[in-house]
């Protein structure tokens, strides 16, 4: 417990460190170029000086970023033109959505990248081996665009069966009649909740092509991890006496084998869910994905800063928790470090 | 016999001794194939709702307030929930129409004054909004009124400012509200019994067209119950440069039009409309519209395909790709009212610390910041560019040359007028005697932005550049892309010596070209330091020219000062195509209609049965 909470209490130093850093970095950009975020086509050019008056952009950092931090610790981080809402309102729109596709997507990568990982290893240079190995190597090589956007040809172009978007169009209305109420945010949750299985199929369906291209891109990193772990482990004296004494192979491999070689495979399961919730940019574009990777790049591309200092923090605060999460899971799986 | 088949083998399966990796290995499998089977339905295609209407372009909407937006996306939106005084006539963009007005007013029909300074409009009766209300008289005068005093920064206030009140902004120096604004707003705008009175400072030919394309009617009473302004003196200074969610219309609406909002989803970019079921008109035939923006083009074009969407926005570069999709219709030379792209030349560069300049000297490292004030340097560079090569190969061979500030379609455009044509020749000539032959025999150096993921842009400054280099390998023009921030920056601080960019219409008539393009005062001529006494004057009195004769012979002097001053090269009048499903039917191409040809007027238009 006194160690969660020495690593909370770190929380607020770092999100400070890192809005003051965005700060920073912002104030090499002059006021006009920020004035663009406001300023988006020729006919606007003429109003430059009178938005920049507006907006405060020629005020001295420490003071534009005293006004934020002023706001910040109110609870308003400001308003997002790119998301066309309050900061905070977007993370609580955008996070829901990604929360929703990285599970779908974090899962499968964890469940199929340890199982085919242990696999591989067990059946070191078998067909299973070569099998997986060749899933690596596709799975590192092809680009997410590519994989999404060949997955959506198929599966959608060709065959009509999974539409890109988060539901289609026969279950819009019903997403957003006053009945349905959205307690999580995660559709499918709040679906079941709602006892909507129409809606719940539809927005399953749209979540299918996304999660796919994800996991197979994601899967690679973890298999090749656990297969590298597992076989060092495998090789070592404690699992050689276990064999010696008899201990049925299932036992050897899953209870301490498996228990041994999760410490790596813990700490890429903690960056992947942090890269997944922190929005898959490609992804989302691809598959018109309103999650806050669609939001992250947007904001970047027209610097609208409080759009951008929103995201990082949420970015922040996620890599912390993760990181938390990855350390008392480590506490589980090896009662060494518990001490 | 089938199911006891079934159940026999999974017990034969469950009988069978499994090690403990092969059965999680099948439960795995199972987890994921049996969702999956349940998943694979094929998908309903949107396009079998024959009311439903679904476009796609790239972006999301800014704002639903009329007196805020000043972006294409949200005026096709407001301009499908609201309407105008006047609109116009099918795809002319000369010709009005009355729609809140019943009568579009003329000098002939005695609506507008003899000294054209007061215009009467007789408005329509029987006319409500969506929430059930009447339209009044008031409320027309507090849209228009609502339009120019908001004037938020950045916004499109001016367009009715300037006509109606005599000056662009309501703000003086220090950014601080005008005591006489409201004053001289209320003065402008009087509301009748039955009619709109405007009184002008001066004439203003323009001005119909205006009111055709901006402030559309508002109802005072609904936007001042829920918070917003209530067309008064006291609360003005609350309202006047307001923040973009600071009134209740960024993001209701309550219009007159044929269409009623249903939804903005700012997450997901899409703008639900419902038909108006009150319309003063026969009610649209589609029930529904839905405007999305996606991203990706190949998204967009899967969905076409699919008949998820019945129309997308699509370029030129797109146009093959589009055109060999089955069941899809590509409409194409739909005609603009733009000029793009066109190249600006600044007389004198901001030179301190300006890396676009080179050393910023005629060492053949730089340029001087006063490079383009001499005439032989523009009309060298005028000659060295390919026009006609450029619409051939990369506009396809869609699109006019463009010879002059006016440009097709409009009152003024002249097909005669003369081109600079490409003759290296003549360019050549015009290089040697610049600054006195100099520019010759040391070269020049200088970097030209584009704005980044404009390829047609940046193949202009390539084309220009390269045939300089073969004139003369000293001249030598570094042609970079950047960013809207980086661009942005650079150009309105003055610091690019040339640069290209489009000129789009605000309003579908010839001062709004000539006024930012030529008059001293006007955005780009301000900006490049460019100042011609004479045009100055002509786009004054044409302005206020009401016989059209007069005016396109005005506009016509105007064109050859253009043509002897060059202060920039304008290189094309656009035309573009729409893509749509088959079944679409009932489209009319209108330039001046917001994101035209992409975004649409929804009210004339159906689908039949697929």
Redesign the interface.
Known sequence: MRFMGRRLLFLPLVLFGVTALLFFAVDFLSPEMRAALYVKNPRQMASVEDVIEKYGLRKPLPVQYGIWLREALRGNLGYSETARMPVADAIREFFPATLELALAAFVPTVVLGVLFGVLSAVFKDRWLDQATRFVAITGYSLPSFVLGLLLLMLFYGKWHLFAPGRYSLDVDLAVHAAGFKHPTGLLCLDAILDGRWDVFWDVARHLVLPAATLTYINLALLLRVTRSAMLEELGKDYVRTARAKGLPESLVVGRHALRNALIPVITLSSLLIVSLLGGVVITETIFDYPGIGRWTVMAAQELDIPGVIGTTLLASVLFVIANLCADLLYAVVDPRLRA | MRATEVRGSSRKTLDRPQ???SR??SI?FR??LL??V?????????AS?AG?Y?ELSIS????LDPAWA??GASEEIILNIYETLFAFDKSSVVKLAPRLAAKVPSRRNGLISKDGRTYVIPLRRGVTFQDGSPMTPEDVRYSIMRFMLLD?????SAVLLQPLLGYD?T?DED?KLKPSAWRDAARAVQAGRDRIILHLPKPFAPLRSILASWAPVTPRRWAAKNGDWDGSEKTLAKFN?V???GTWLFDHANGTGPFRLE?W?????EV?LERNDRYWRKAARLSRV?VRG???F??RK??L??G?ADSIYATWQAFNQVKALAGVRVIEDVPMIEINPMVLFTYHVQAAGNPFIGSGRLDGDGVPPDLFVDTDVRKGFAYAFDYAGFIRDVSRGHGTPANGCIPKGLLGYEPRAPLYPFDLGRARRHLRRALGGALWDRGFRFTMLYLAGNDERGIVCRMLARNLASINPRFRIDVRPA????F??A???GRLPAYP????A?YPDPHNFAYPLMHSKG?YP??QGFRDAEADKIIEQAMSESEPARRKKLYARLIAIEHADVPHLLIEYPSNYRTQRTWVRGWVSNPVFPESPYGAYYYPMWKAAS
Request: with cysteine; charged share 30%; net charge negative.
């Open positions: 090690r403990p990796l999680l290995f795995a987890c994921l969702p999956s349940a998943l694979c339905r094929p998908h309903a295609a949107g709702d439903a679904t999301g909407i800014d704002s000043y972006d938020r920064a950045g916004g499109a902004s703000r950014g440069n923040e973009k969610r939804r989803d700012r997450q997901a970019m639900v839905v996606v991203n990706e190949e998204t899967l969905m395909e699919a998820d960013e809207w921030p980086a942005l920056d150009s309105v601080s960019d489009a000129w789009q605000d955005y301000k900006s």
